[in-house]
Structure formats: C-alpha cells, structure tokens
C-alpha cells in the first residue's frame, strides 16, 4: 500500500505559475512509477505527465508539453508537477497516481495505476 497527498493547488492567473506536490507513504517510493491526471468538471480525466521509477523517463500529452514539468524526489518520497504558462483551459482537480511496474518504464492509461491522491485543485482565472 501507499498514500499519497497533493498539495500546492489554488487561483493563478493566465500565464502564471503553480508546482503541485505528491507526498508518498508506504511502500517504497522509489519502486513506484508515478503521473499526474487532472480531471475538469463534466469531462474525463486527462492524463498529464508521467514519470518512471528512476525519474530517466517522462512522458507529455501535447497538451502541456514545453509548459509542464514532471519530477521526483526519491529522498523525500515526494513527487511533483511544475506548470507553466497557466491557461484557463488547464484549470481542474489535479491527481497523483503510482503503481509499482516490473521495469522503469511509464505508463498514461489510468487504469494502469493503482494507488491515487485525494486530489488538489487548480484554478486559472483573471
């Protein structure tokens, strides 16, 4: 099992800035391949970045690649999410998600994973 925390979410303004943060308890964290999903109201959940367990690997949606940065503290059991260039379009509960894979591989299907966070929201507005 682990349990994880988002934290970092809030009101940003157009072309703003947030990191969103992970905390990881448990298991080993750094076992653990981890994303980010975000989910709006009346859609479906969106996959965001993700990242494999040694954090070489990463992997965007065209959607936030160049504004979005995906990275992992193994030492702090800590995951997180740098973004950038805030749209309004981005605004929507943020997720953490991990799931133990049998090599440092990632993984963008949420079905994959296993464990999720509470959620963070974020809001991009004038």
């Known amino acids: 099992q682990v349990q994880l925390v988002e934290s970092g979410g809030g009101l940003v303004q157009p072309g703003g800035s947030l990191r969103l943060s992970c905390a990881a308890s448990?298991?080993?964290?750094?076992?653990?391949?981890m994303a980010w999903f975000r989910q709006a109201p009346g859609k479906e959940r969106e996959f965001v970045a993700a990242?494999?367990?040694?954090?070489?690997?990463?992997y965007y949606p065209n959607s936030v690649k160049g504004r979005f940065t995906i990275s992992r503290a193994n030492a702090k059991n800590t995951l997180y999410l740098q973004m950038n260039s805030l749209k309004p379009e981005d605004t929507a509960v943020y997720y953490c998600a991990a799931v133990s894979p049998s090599g440092d591989y990632i993984l963008e299907v949420d079905d994959e994973y296993d464990y999720w966070g509470q959620g963070t929201q974020v809001t991009v507005s004038s």
């Open positions: 990242i494999s367990w040694s954090g070489d690997n990463t």
């Open positions: 448990g298991r080993t964290f750094s076992s653990f391949a």
